[in-house]
């Protein structure tokens, strides 16, 4: 997805509704990192989420959760984020999940 066109994703819109403007900001800044790790946009990753719940399969079920801590993994291997910048930027791709109804 083309630099910052994910902003206007409807469920970026959705997701970022009644936050600070700050938080407005800075969530949408860190989340970038996000979607290049997992390669979908916003949309493809709430439809595939709402899909996946449905399944009986654990691997199915637990995609977006084996990718999240996958990313949790690959941003301390890099040796350039502390824990707090861990912490935050995973606290994004909850946030986004969750401000959605997808966690």
């Known amino acids: 997805m083309a630099t910052n066109a994910f902003k206007k994703d409807e469920y970026v819109i ?3 509704n009644g936050l600070s403007a700050k938080t407005k900001v ?8 996000w979607l290049t ?5 916003p949309t493809e990753q709430i439809q ?3 899909h996946d719940l449905t399944s009986t399969d654990i691997k ?7 990718k999240w801590r996958a990313y949790k993994e690959y941003l301390e291997s890099t040796g ?4 707090s ?4 930027k995973i606290k994004v791709v ?5 401000r959605n109804g997808c966690l």
């Open 60 to 66: 199915t079920l637990q995609f977006f959760e084996d």
């Open 26 to 33: 800075t969530y949408p800044n860190q989340f970038g990192e």
């Open 94 to 98: 909850s946030s986004f999940f969750t």
């Open 80 to 83: 350039t984020n502390s824990d």
């Open 14 to 16: 959705r997701w970022l």
């Open 48 to 50: 595939k989420r709402m």
């Open 37 to 41: 790790f997992i390669g979908l946009t």
């Open 85 to 88: 910048k861990v912490h935050d």
